[in-house]
């Protein structure tokens, strides 16, 4: 995964928490903008979160930031 893209998830993550608790869940859409500017990228985050890593479409944000921390 791009390096941009781990930032990315991680710094939304981290805003999540802060706004909402430690239980808030969010997609993978949640780190990107409303409109699709960059394909190729949310392609990337789909194929981490769904063929990668199986994941459910909503998953707690302090889980997704572990992993990517932890560069899986």
């Not at 394909?39 to 890593?53: F, K, N, V």
């Amino acid at each position: 995964m791009q390096q941009m893209l781990r930032n990315r998830i991680i710094e939304i993550c981290n805003e999540k928490v802060a706004k909402k608790g430690e239980n808030v869940g969010l997609s993978f859409y949640a780190f990107f903008a409303n409109k699709n500017d960059n394909p190729e990228l949310l392609m990337e985050a789909a194929t981490w979160w769904i063929e990668t890593h199986q994941l459910d479409h909503f998953e707690k944000a302090i889980k997704i930031k572990m992993m990517v921390e932890k560069g899986l």
